[in-house]
């Protein structure tokens, strides 16, 4: 066994002792990325997860630093930049990542990137 993996091991034995949460937080962040366009919510969540969504959410929250919801939304921001440096429209990104109307994500994009989808956009051409 090299060191390194030594090292992980003794790191994921101290930090993650619990080998059922952190199957159920991975098979939920995975769950999460694989519907990025669907809606989603906690109730929908804890049930893939079979879990409480309360447990579910103290869980992520341990394991990631976030809720599930943030961390979805972080992964939808992110593909937003993705696609829109493609050249998709604003209208095509909003929808094809899961958000509903195309001034909620506009405001959450300014709010998080300080600058509009249409001027992030112009920047990157």
Not at 39 to 44: F, T
Not at 84 to 87: E, H, P, T
Not at 98 to 102: A, Q, V
């Given at each position: 066994m090299?060191?390194?993996?030594?090292?992980?091991?003794?790191?994921?034995n101290t930090c993650y002792s619990n080998s059922k949460q952190i199957e159920?937080?991975?098979?939920?962040?995975?769950?999460i990325i694989s519907n990025l366009d669907k809606?989603?919510?906690?109730?929908?969540l804890s049930d893939t997860g079979f879990t409480s969504k309360f447990h579910l959410l103290r869980l992520f929250k341990k394991y990631y630093g976030q809720t599930p919801i943030q961390y979805?939304?972080?992964?939808?921001?992110?593909?937003?930049k993705e696609y829109?440096?493609?050249?998709m429209s604003v209208t095509e990104t909003c929808y094809s990542i899961?958000?509903?109307?195309?001034s909620?994500?506009?405001?959450?994009?300014?709010?998080?990137f300080g600058r509009t989808p249409?001027?992030?956009?112009k920047e990157q051409f």
């Open positions: 090299s060191f390194y993996l030594h090292e992980i091991n003794r790191i994921k159920t937080v991975i098979r939920t962040r995975n769950y809606e989603l919510n906690l109730d929908m979805l939304t972080d992964i939808r921001i992110g593909k937003s829109l440096k493609k050249g899961g958000f509903e109307s195309p909620s994500f506009s405001t959450l994009f300014k709010r998080r249409s001027e992030f956009q």
